[in-house]
């Protein structure tokens, strides 16, 4: 079996990247968005509700400029109070 924890993820920066974001379902994402990515180009589209409707599921993908940048956006869209989690 490999450990994938032991390895690197080899990427041609700069490139588009897709995070998967679950969000309460009456927070309003473009708001989160502005909140976090402030005035940077990105697209948002959702993707699932819960079987409860308790969160949204979200597709964000926008193009990230290295490894540090891809990053540090997981670091503050994890840090925002209404992403429940990223997937």
């Known amino acids: 079996m490999?450990?994938?924890?032991k390895e690197t993820l080899k990427l041609d920066y700069p490139c588009n990247w897709i995070y998967k974001l679950v969000c309460h379902h009456d927070k309003d994402i473009k708001q989160i968005m502005t909140?976090?990515?402030?005035?940077?180009?990105?697209?948002?589209?959702?993707s699932k509700v819960s079987s409860k409707g308790k969160y949204k599921s979200y597709s964000l993908e926008l193009l990230v400029h290295n490894e540090d940048d891809r990053k540090e956006l997981y670091r503050l869209l994890g840090e925002h109070e209404h992403i429940k989690m990223i997937v």
């Open 2 to 5: 490999i450990d994938l924890s």
């Open 35 to 46: 909140d976090v990515l402030e005035s940077r180009e990105h697209t948002v589209k959702e």
